[in-house]
């Protein structure tokens, strides 16, 4: 069986900076994988180049098996990948329910006549996603909150309902920008708990960014370490986490005797 | 005068401000949304109005040549807006695709000045077909006047206001019962999480530029009632005022546009009642020029992180 996200040899360049060199990754169905790195090494480019924000000058992606480089975002969310980002991509002004809905977007079927007469096949449309939000909703803790402005929530609460609406997508694979950013201690423990929960309901891959080694190490199974555009270790935690060169990478250099 | 007079007096300039805001405030919609979805001004805008204009022009001429021994007038009237906002919905579609989708990722100047040479090629490009010759637009309903309480209107004046506002309420109903108009409102908040929604953006701006442009070409139509010359050089400072508009009311605002729009058109009027008519630019324009030294963000703009760059 195929991996359900290959990356081979992925090189982009934003003018004459290299910004990720000969970049490659293998996510198995279900796997956590983790990516780290000092600041600047460029962790969001390579979320960015999957994604499809960016077309990587060198290199090919596979999803399923199939090649989405230079596809468009939408396109590849189709396909299976959700994503949230470092500095949160809400819509401040618009209900945590209503983010839930766009994440439906494309199976609402009813069109203008539809919506400007509230016609019954739209309420019950309407009606579904609200039963399936209020579920996803209550897995993350942000259920209470479902009528709300999402810019008037707390932070934590914020990161989730972005998580919440990344999943309400449906995706085989997820991708977290720094998921704890700005979270306190207790909002990070909380923050690992779902992140096993919801690995657990949906089956759902996860590729995150994290800054916070202890997060890191407890919740991938792999882990890359990006340094100036170009993986210098990857394994499982153990071994990352006692490797000099990933010590070296963080804390600057150590007399290892 | 005594006060029943005055008071008369006022009513009756009411009515002549809510005809002339609803141009602006209509017109100036299609400038908000468009900023809204894609943070840039369509310098084209008041253009694709003229060119909507034009385009209303023909199918009414059309119409009442085929139908207006059989049909009603009004039946001619809805049938020539509806055909009319469904052209001039392209011309919309072709300036974002034509003119600004290549230009996505290049700085807002670059867009900004494209604007302006989309409308200097629709200007010429209809001179060059039609000549310089001025036409006008034909009545697409007999002018009746009415007299109540002392106060003079037309049947078009009350025809023009219900209409533009009718509109605005459709257009509202649209974004915020619409899939689409769902759409345009988060890209308003953020556009980098909706196309991992599986939304295009490719669809949803050309679809914010079909909605502006129809709009406008039914202003364009309302206008031609009210004031039936067309020439090639009418979008221009109608264009502009709606873009003062839309600047007053908020960037990316569509509720402060309309409102904005209103205000505007009561401050042209009311200037010209107690300045010289000549005047009246002049001393409007410094009264919005005020009010935006005050309140640069206009009456409901968001705080953007970004400032506006041209």
Not at chain 1, 238 to 251: D, F, K, S, T
Request: with cysteine.
């Amino acid at each position: 069986m195929s991996a359900l996200l290959n990356v081979k040899d992925m090189t982009h360049y934003f003018g004459g900076l290299r910004a990720v060199n000969n970049y490659n990754l293998n996510i198995e169905p279900k796997q956590i994988t983790g990516l780290i790195g000092p600041n600047g090494a460029g962790k969001t480019t390579i979320f960015n180049l999957i994604t499809g924000v960016y077309t990587p000058t060198k290199g090919n992606i596979h999803l399923q098996g199939e090649n989405i480089k230079g596809l468009d975002t939408n396109k590849i969310a189709a396909k299976g990948l959700g994503r949230t980002f470092q500095n949160l991509a809400l819509w401040r002004h618009m209900n945590v329910l209503d983010h839930i809905k766009m994440a439906h977007y494309s199976q609402l079927t009813y069109g203008l006549f539809g919506s400007f007469f509230n016609t019954p096949a739209c309420r019950r449309q309407e009606s579904e996603i609200r039963e399936n939000a209020y579920r996803l909703l209550e897995l993350f803790g942000v259920d209470q909150f479902a009528d709300q402005l999402v810019g008037n929530l707390p932070y934590g609460a914020q990161r989730r309902v972005e998580m919440a609406r990344a999943m309400a997508t449906n995706p085989k694979i997820l991708f977290l920008d720094e998921p704890t950013a700005g979270m306190t201690p207790d909002e990070l423990v909380q923050m690992i708990k779902i992140i096993r929960q919801v690995h657990e309901t949906f089956g759902v891959a996860i590729f995150l960014i994290e800054h916070r080694m202890k997060f890191v190490m407890e919740l991938c199974e792999f882990i890359q370490t990006l340094v100036f555009g170009e993986i210098i270790a990857e394994g499982p935690p153990e071994e990352i986490q006692n490797n000099p060169e990933v010590i070296e990478a963080y804390l600057g250099k150590e007399d290892v005797t | 005068m005594d006060l029943l007079e005055l008071f008369q007096y006022i009513l009756q300039n009411l009515i002549n401000a809510l005809q002339r805001g609803s141009f602006y405030a209509v017109i100036s919609i299609g400038y908000s949304m468009v900023y809204g979805v894609l943070m840039l001004f369509n310098f084209a805008h008041g253009d694709i109005f003229m060119v909507g204009t034009y385009i209303g022009f023909a199918i009414a001429t059309l119409f009442l040549a085929l139908f207006s021994s059989f049909l009603p007038g009004w039946i001619i009237f809805i049938g020539t807006v509806v055909i009319t906002m469904f052209l001039a919905s392209w011309i919309g579609v072709f300036v974002e695709v034509a003119g600004y989708r290549p230009l996505r990722a290049a700085p807002r100047a670059s867009a900004a000045i494209t604007g302006l040479m989309i409308g200097i090629i629709f200007e010429t490009g209809i001179l060059i077909m039609l000549g310089a010759k001025r036409l006008s637009f034909p009545p697409l309903m007999e002018s009746v006047a009415y007299k109540v309480g002392g106060i003079y209107f037309t049947n078009v004046k009350v025809m023009i206001i219900i209409i533009s506002l009718l509109l605005m309420l459709v257009l509202h109903t649209f974004i915020q019962k619409t899939k689409w108009g769902m759409a345009m409102r988060a890209m308003s908040y953020d556009f980098l999480a909706v196309p991992l929604m599986g939304v295009s953006i490719n669809i949803i701006a050309p679809l914010t530029f079909a909605v502006g442009a129809g709009l406008a070409s039914v202003a364009g139509i309302l206008y031609g009632q009210a004031y039936p010359i067309l020439d090639p050089y009418m979008g221009v400072l109608i264009g502009w005022k709606a873009f003062v508009a839309a600047i007053l009311g908020g960037r990316g605002s569509i509720k402060g546009a309309a409102m904005a729009g209103y205000l505007l058109g009561f401050i042209e009027i009311f200037v010209a009642i107690i300045f010289p008519s000549t005047l009246r630019d002049l001393i409007a324009y410094s009264i919005v020029l005020l009010i935006l030294t005050y309140r640069p963000r206009g009456f409901f703009g968001m705080e953007h992180s970004t400032k506006l760059r041209l």
